[in-house]
T-cell receptor, first 114, second 113 residues
């Protein structure tokens, strides 16, 4: 059983399109995250949700809109895609009650904008 | 603020060589420190961690010691294998209720037979 699963794994699209990436975790965690990894492997947090509520929202264009229908899911919708959005997007989850700082990551979704 | 600085890569070693990847941090308070590893085509996974000063994290032959006096958490392994080829990320958690991880830039390790 995959603990944190993201779909799709690969996404190729044209500039200006709108796309979504889905994430689900079956670990019973209450906190989920989206991270962006650029071509140089630099990882930066974008959003964090705890029990469906937004708790971290870094400086990300408002073309990016996370949606958490329940605490096991955190989807990322991106409007009007730009070339610079090309990256690997990682979903992650954690248990805030454990307070260990350990995150569990999905395998990533590679987005290529042409 | 919180930040992590790790040595630039890439690092290329022969099998059985000794590995050190340097990591230093800046943090307010007393963070937990982590090393994550990303194998080709996969997501990050926790390699080891230390939650307080002088703690040593270890896993799969890798070790790192939380040094508060030098604000460091260097990763070491005595004898690397080809299967250790991956990107290694140092990270800290500010543990302010958000489990927010601050990552270093990653160091790519390639081990050649």
């Amino acid at each position: 059983d995959t603990a944190v699963s993201q779909t799709p794994k690969y996404l190729v699209t044209q500039m200006g399109n709108d796309k979504s990436i889905k994430c689900e975790q079956n670990l019973g965690h209450d906190t989920m995250y989206w991270y962006k990894q650029d071509s140089k492997k630099f990882l930066k947090i974008m959003f964090s949700y705890n029990n469906k509520e937004l708790i971290i929202n870094e400086t990300v264009p408002n073309r990016f809109s996370p949606k958490s229908p329940d605490k096991a899911h955190l989807n990322l919708h991106i409007n009007s895609l730009e070339l610079g959005d090309s990256a690997v997007y990682f979903c992650a989850s954690s248990d805030s009650g454990m307070n260990t700082g350990e995150l569990f990551f999905g395998e990533g979704s590679r987005l290529t904008v042409l | 603020g919180n930040s992590v600085t790790q040595m630039e890569g890439p690092v290329t070693l022969s099998e059985e060589a000794f590995l050190t990847i340097n990591c230093t941090y800046t943090a307010t308070g007393y963070p937990s420190l982590f090393w994550y590893v990303q194998y080709p085509g996969e997501g990050l996974q926790l390699l080891l961690k230390a939650t307080k000063a002088d703690d040593k994290g270890s896993n799969k032959g890798f070790e790192a010691t939380y040094r508060k006096e030098t604000t460091s958490f260097h990763l070491e392994k005595g004898s690397v294998q080809v299967s250790d080829s991956a990107v290694y990320f140092c990270a800290l958690s500010d543990l302010n209720g958000a489990n927010n991880l601050f990552f270093g830039t990653g160091t790519r390790l390639t081990v050649i037979p």
